[in-house]
C-alpha cells in the first residue's frame, strides 16, 4: 500500500502530475507519472518522476522507487535504443535542477557529444588504508 503522496503548490512536476501544466505523457502508474523532457539532450529524453514530492531520493518511501526503475525500462524498451543513461542527481551542486525527485531516461544514440548525455568521470586516487577506511565507516551505517 503506498504512502499518502505529498504535494507542493509551487513544484512544476508536482503541477504537471495533476495536469495543471500540459506534458508529453508517457507512462502513469499509481505512484509515478513519465513525461518527455521539454528541454531534451537527445531525442526521446523522458522524465520519471514519483507522485510522491519529496527532493531527495533519501527522502521518498521505497514503494515508489519499485516502480519508477521497470518504467525507465519500459520506455528505452519502446524507443529500441541499445545506448542510454538512466540518470538521477540530488542536490544543486549535484546538478538537480527541480527540487523533486525525479529520473532521465536519456538516449545515446552516437559517440559523439553532440546528442545525449555528456560525462566525463574524474577518477580519483585512494590508498588501500583510506579505501578500507571509508568501506568501514558506510558499512557500519548500513
Known sequence: MA???RSLASC???KIIKGEIPSYKLIESE?????????????????IIPKDHAE??????????TDILPIAKKIAVAQGIENYNVL???GKIAHQ????????????PSASDEQGLVVGWPVQK???????KIY??????L
Do not use: M, R, T, W
Open 3 to 5: 504512502s499518502a503522496a
Open 12 to 14: 512544476i512536476f508536482c
Open 31 to 47: 505512484l509515478s507519472f513519465s513525461f518527455l523532457d521539454i528541454g531534451p539532450l537527445s531525442k526521446g529524453h523522458a522524465l
Open 56 to 65: 531527495k531520493l533519501h527522502e521518498l518511501p521505497d514503494e515508489y522507487l
Open 88 to 90: 538521477q542527481n540530488n
Open 97 to 108: 535542477e527541480v527540487p523533486h525527485v525525479h529520473f532521465h531516461v536519456i538516449p545515446k
Open 126 to 132: 585512494f590508498e588501500k588504508d583510506e579505501l578500507q
Open 136 to 141: 568501514d565507516d558506510i558499512k557500519q551505517k
